[in-house]
C-alpha cells in the first residue's frame, strides 16, 4: 500500500512558478508509476503529468505541455511538479497519484490518491 501526501501549493500571481511534492510512504514505491492530475471548481479531473518508475518516460497533458515537469526521488520517495509561467486558468486542486502499472493519462487507472494541495493562480 501507498499512501500519498501533496504539498507546495499556495497563492501565486500569473507568470510565477511553483514546485508541488507529493510524499510517498510504503516499501514499495520505486515499482509505481506517479502521476499528477487537478481539479478546477466546477470540472472534471484533468490529467497534467506522469512520470515512469524510472524516471525515464514522462508525459503531459496539452494544456501543460511546455511550462511544468515531473520528477521524482525514489530515494527520498517524492514526486515533484515543477510548474512555471502559471495562469488563473491553472487554478485547481492538484492531486498526486500512483499506479502500480504503468504512466497513465487516466486517472481511474492509479490506484491510490493523496489529499491534494491547492493552487490559486492571480491575475
Known amino acids: 500500500q501507498v499512501q500519498l501526501v501533496e504539498s507546495g501549493g499556495g497563492l501565486v500571481q500569473a507568470g510565477g512558478s511553483l514546485r508541488l511534492s507529493c510524499a510517498a510512504s510504503?516499501?514499495?514505491?520505486?515499482?509505481?508509476?506517479m502521476g499528477w492530475f487537478r481539479q478546477a471548481p466546477g470540472k472534471e479531473r484533468e490529467f497534467v503529468a506522469a512520470?515512469?518508475?524510472?524516471?525515464?518516460?514522462?508525459y503531459y497533458g496539452d494544456s501543460v505541455k511546455g511550462r511544468c515537469t515531473i520528477s521524482r526521488d525514489n530515494a527520498k520517495k517524492m514526486v515533484y511538479l515543477q510548474m512555471n509561467s502559471l495562469k488563473p486558468e491553472d487554478t485547481a486542486v492538484y492531486y498526486c497519484?500512483?499506479?502500480?502499472?504503468?504512466?497513465?493519462?487516466?486517472?481511474?487507472?492509479?490506484?491510490?490518491w493523496g489529499q491534494g494541495t491547492r493552487v490559486t493562480v492571480s491575475s
Open positions: 512520470i515512469n518508475w524510472s524516471g525515464g518516460i514522462t
Open positions: 510504503g516499501r514499495t514505491f520505486s515499482s509505481y508509476a
Open positions: 497519484g500512483a499506479d502500480r502499472s504503468r504512466a497513465s493519462t487516466l486517472q481511474y487507472e492509479y490506484d491510490y
